[in-house]
């Protein structure tokens, strides 16, 4: 069987700002969360904090696309259903990423509340 690779506004948030800005000027919703696939349970903003394979990308391209999903409407304070996680939260780090301080302060400016998340880090 083979797989398809993931497409739509959760896979540009990874990391491919053109097209982000292509689906996000086309309307498509920045907090838009879908229920199945590997983005299930999750909105772009919170795919882009916290891709487990993000610690080797290039913090200034993080957040280029964070800027064009807040500056779209992204919920900042999004906390999904199916995992104990906020974009705050996973852009402090964990144990399979490095944390993204501009990432961190870029989300406390936009109104993240770093007392709601429950992150010891924090």
């Not at 996680?85 to 770093?114: E, F």
Request: with cysteine; proline share 7%.
């Amino acid at each position: 069987v083979r797989r398809r690779k993931p497409r739509g506004i959760h896979a540009a948030a990874n990391l491919d700002l053109d097209r982000l800005k292509r689906i996000l000027a086309a309307g498509t919703d920045p907090n838009r969360v879908v229920s199945q696939g590997p983005y299930r349970g999750t909105t772009p903003l919170l795919v882009l904090c916290g891709e487990l394979r993000r610690s080797g990308r290039i913090e200034e391209d993080v957040v280029a696309c964070a800027t064009a999903l807040i500056d779209a409407g992204a919920d900042v304070n999004f906390r999904s259903s199916l995992y104990p996680m906020t974009p705050l939260s996973q852009a402090v780090g964990h144990a399979c990423s490095r944390p993204k301080p501009r990432l961190v302060s870029m989300l406390i400016a936009a109104g993240a509340d770093v007392a709601s998340t429950g992150q010891a880090a924090l």
